[in-house]
């Protein structure tokens, strides 16, 4: 069950509109909803307030907040080391 600490961490780094981007890890990785479609935004949103536990998905989203901190730590490193060229 993901707790408010979570969620937190998880809108900061994925933005507002979170569950375009978890959607689209979610059948990248081939996993749907009991009725083999993708999850629907509403379905997301429940997930991540907490309202409604999935632990596949969940994972998946956590997944996705590690590597897109990981992308955006080696972003900033990368344009630093550009500033501090010129």
Do not use: C, W
Not at 47 to 74: H, M, W, Y
Request: aromatic share 4%.
């Amino acid at each position: 069950m993901i707790t408010a600490t979570v969620k937190k961490k998880i809108t900061s780094t994925l933005g507002k509109q979170y569950s375009r981007a978890i959607i689209a890890r979610l059948v990248e990785n081939e996993i749907f909803n009991e009725n083999n479609e993708p999850y629907s935004p509403a379905s997301i949103q429940m997930i991540v307030n907490g309202q409604r536990e999935n632990l596949d998905v969940e994972l998946e989203i956590l997944a996705l907040v590690s590597e897109t901190l990981a992308f955006k730590k080696k972003l900033k490193k990368e344009t630093s080391k550009i500033l501090k060229n010129q």
